[in-house]
């Protein structure tokens, strides 16, 4: 079983900058990162495979959010810039065995999820 472990999340003014980070137990193919905020559906935000040659953003973070991993530590990191409040919500890191499943939502393991807020 793999267990994943998030940091980085935290409150930030709207324009601002977080990074977040989770490391995994040993090496999985494909990472990414959901997120749910109150009230509604967890929803993908963005996915990578092992030799970050594929990546996808949601429409709705794409050209602000950036992902990349480290294989050595068997991580993922996200750059999260020019956050808005609508960003506001639980991160939830997540693996996949197949990039067509992480995206679908079909997960092998979550993160226990690291709050970001984003005020106005």
């Known amino acids: 079983q793999v267990q994943l472990v998030e940091s980085g999340g935290g409150s930030v003014q709207a324009g601002g900058s977080l990074r977040l980070s989770c490391a995994a137990s040993y090496a999985v193919y494909a990472m990414g990162w959901f997120r749910q905020a109150p009230g509604k559906e967890r929803e993908f935000v963005v996915a990578i495979d092992y030799e970050s040659e594929k990546i996808y953003y949601s429409d709705s973070v794409k050209g602000r959010f950036t992902i990349s991993r480290n294989n050595a530590k068997n991580a993922v990191y996200l750059q999260m810039n020019t956050l808005k409040p609508e960003d506001t919500a639980v991160y939830y890191c997540?693996?996949?065995?197949?990039?067509?499943?992480?995206?679908?939502?079909?997960?092998?393991?979550w993160g226990q999820g690291t709050q970001v807020t984003v005020s106005s």
């Open positions: 997540a693996t996949s065995g197949q990039m067509a499943r992480m995206m679908k939502g079909d997960i092998d393991y």
